[in-house]
């Protein structure tokens, strides 16, 4: 048998094992009509489940904590729609602004006061921010924010970093040359390899590439983009160091620093990964920050910002053109606007990170005792956990770290816990999310949960271990 082979029928012994509680026909059933007119039966890829394998469960309704799929059946939801639920599902306040902005129209295609207060809500939250331009997702957001900002500077090439996420515009589905003197490659058919030809793809944290991209080609560079804690390769900080080079190579060499704040703003801080940042650097701003998910409080919006004198050269202002039927919709603002007004309530990210860090502290406890190697992190409202291949192993630090974890043992852990009723992302390079809704019985649950799912693991691991010998 191959490795992929084993690995893969370790994971169905494992999940064999567990006692899925009600089972999934619903799901099963939908899964098998939407495969037949949508591609891949979703709407997004990972909602598919192709990297743990197994039927994505069809959500029929949700509430505070909690999903219920097509079935039936309860899950306590760590995924958040992907962040932005970050008071919960159904919070009376959001719903209630919602309602009320739908019965005044839903859309109009014109200004609205709503955009100015959600604009004005936003820019006393953020203060590298002076002005802010509303649009409908992430995507949208940060290919904009690159569009102004080669605008603003008159060059054209671009850093990202491998497994940072902005979006599938064009030009960001790029992965990394054989060096830095090297374009990168699309990830994506369809992206001729012209146009990601100004994309230059380096390592997560790795303060030497940016030193040597920057004296290559620093006069050519518009602008660097990050997610400052990155969570589209499960969860990852920026460290201080790589943070504050990066900040004096731009300034240097005169690049935009762009903030990618769709995950992590209004998420691991009120002021976002920048207030964190600033508290550790004095001083430190990016000159561009880009938002989504918890402004939208679960529906279609999403931002980009930065000082006036950048902004000013959007259209109609400045030459660079940028625009959106939906954009700034009144709903969807009311939606953020009401979002926005609730977490900054007294208290609000002390408790949530208190049961963020909690949450992980018992996954981790529980992974120790079943004799699991594990480490974990977490920031506001934001976490991950890694099955290390040993206990000495460090949280990861970039893309190849990351990816260099147990996945065996990561997919099998992700459907004894689906079994049990708990909803974790599924695939080991996604970031989880705790809402203000989720208290000490979900995380208690959530916790005896694990130590029933790594004993599992453990002891199928244990087991494949004793086959491996001759
Ligand atoms: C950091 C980051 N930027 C941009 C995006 C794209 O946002 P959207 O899915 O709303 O287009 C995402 C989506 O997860 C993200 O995590």
Not at 63 to 86: Q, T, V
């Amino acid at each position: 048998m191959t490795t992929t082979a084993t690995a893969a029928s370790r994971c169905r012994a494992i999940r064999a094992m567990s006692t899925d509680r009600g089972g999934h026909g619903a799901s099963d059933a939908l899964f098998a009509r939407a495969q037949r007119v949508i591609p891949g039966g979703v709407n997004s890829p990972v909602r598919a489940f192709r990297a743990v394998g197994g039927t994505p469960r069809f959500i029929a309704r949700a509430e505070g904590p909690y999903l219920w799929d097509a079935d039936g059946k309860r899950y306590i939801d760590y995924i958040g729609s992907w962040g932005p639920m970050i008071l919960g599902h159904g919070h009376p306040a959001v719903l209630e602004a919602v309602q009320r902005a739908a019965r005044d129209g839903l859309s109009f295609g014109a200004p609205t006061e709503r955009e100015v207060e959600l604009a004005e809500e936003i820019l006393k939250l953020v203060p590298s921010v002076e002005q802010i331009r509303l649009v409908s997702s992430g995507t949208e957001a940060a290919m904009s924010a690159i569009r102004l900002a080669r605008g603003a500077t008159g060059r054209a090439k671009l850093i990202k970093f491998e497994g940072c996420y902005h979006g599938h515009a064009d030009a960001l589905l790029v992965k990394a040359g054989s060096g830095l003197a090297t374009h990168g490659h699309p990830t994506s058919a369809g992206v001729p390899p012209e146009v990601v030809q100004h994309t230059i793809v380096l390592e997560y944290n790795n303060v030497e590439q940016l030193d040597e991209a920057f004296a290559l080609q620093g006069s050519e560079i518009a602008c660097v983009i990050v997610e400052p804690i990155a969570g589209n390769m499960n969860f990852v900080r920026a460290s201080l160091p790589f943070m504050q080079r990066l900040r004096e190579l731009c300034t240097a060499h005169g690049a935009l620093l762009i903030f990618d704040e769709v995950m992590t703003g209004f998420r691991v801080a009120l002021g976002g990964a920048q207030s964190l940042f600033a508290q550790a650097l004095p001083g430190f701003v990016p000159d561009m920050s880009v938002f989504g998910k918890v402004i939208g409080g679960g529906m279609p919006l999403a931002a980009f910002g930065a000082s006036r004198r950048i902004m000013e050269n959007l259209a109609p202002l400045g030459p660079v053109y940028q625009a959106g039927t939906l954009s700034g919709n009144p709903v969807a603002t009311a939606c953020g606007l009401a979002t926005l007004r609730e977490i900054q309530r007294p208290g609000f990210f002390d408790t949530l990170a208190g049961n963020t860090r909690a949450l992980v502290a018992g996954l981790l406890g529980a992974a120790r005792d079943a004799g699991v190697p594990m480490c974990g992190d977490s920031l506001g409202g934001m976490f991950g956990f890694f099955f290390t291949r040993s206990v000495e192993d460090m949280l990861p630090q970039n893309y190849g770290e990351v990816m260099a974890t147990d996945k065996e043992r990561f997919n099998a852990f992700f459907h004894a816990m689906l079994d049990r009723g708990v909803y974790f992302a599924p695939a080991l390079y996604e970031a989880g999310f705790v809402s203000a809704a989720h208290g000490e019985a979900e995380i208690a649950a959530t916790h005896a949960a694990a130590r029933e799912a790594l004993a599992d693991v453990a002891a199928f691991a244990a087991q494949a271990g004793e086959e491996r010998r001759p």
